[in-house]
Structures are given as structure tokens and as C-alpha cells.
């Protein structure tokens, strides 16, 4: 877990956000004592996707089938 100082924070920002992307915790102090925690929120999960991998198909599945229907006439 990074550190940063409450002074350090308001300053630096911009630096200190950078930590929260690879999901780095940054504890904040105040005259070195730890008042709170800046912690990155857990990526969303999307529904899309989620099957990927799973369904086989063939090569030629968009190939025309070559099939004569019969109407059925009334």
C-alpha cells in the first residue's frame, strides 16, 4: 500500500490518481497518521462477452444449404 500526506494529495493528485489504475490502495496521512484510505473501484463486469469461447461453429455455417422446399398448398 502507497502513502501519500494530505498536503502531497492536493498537490499532486494528478500523480498520486495514477496509482489507483493498477488497483493500488493509497493510505492518507495527516502529520503521519492515517486518516483514510483511497481505494479504487472494482472494474464493473459486463454481461457481454461473458459466454465467449463457449459455442462452437462450424466453418461453414453461413454456407447456403442447398435445400428444395415443398410448398404446401391449400
Known amino acids: 500500500m502507497k502513502t501519500a500526506g494530505v498536503r502531497e494529495l492536493r498537490d499532486e493528485f494528478g500523480r ?23 481505494v479504487p473501484k472494482p472494474k464493473a463486469k459486463s454481461f457481454l462477452g461473458c459466454m465467449r469461447g463457449t459455442v462452437k461453429m462450424s466453418p461453414d455455417f453461413d454456407e447456403p444449404l442447398n435445400l428444395e422446399w415443398d410448398a404446401i398448398s391449400r
Open 16 to 38: 498520486i490518481f495514477k496509482w489507483l489504475a493498477p488497483g493500488q490502495t493509497v493510505e492518507i496521512l495527516k502529520r503521519g497518521k492515517p486518516v483514510a484510505d483511497l
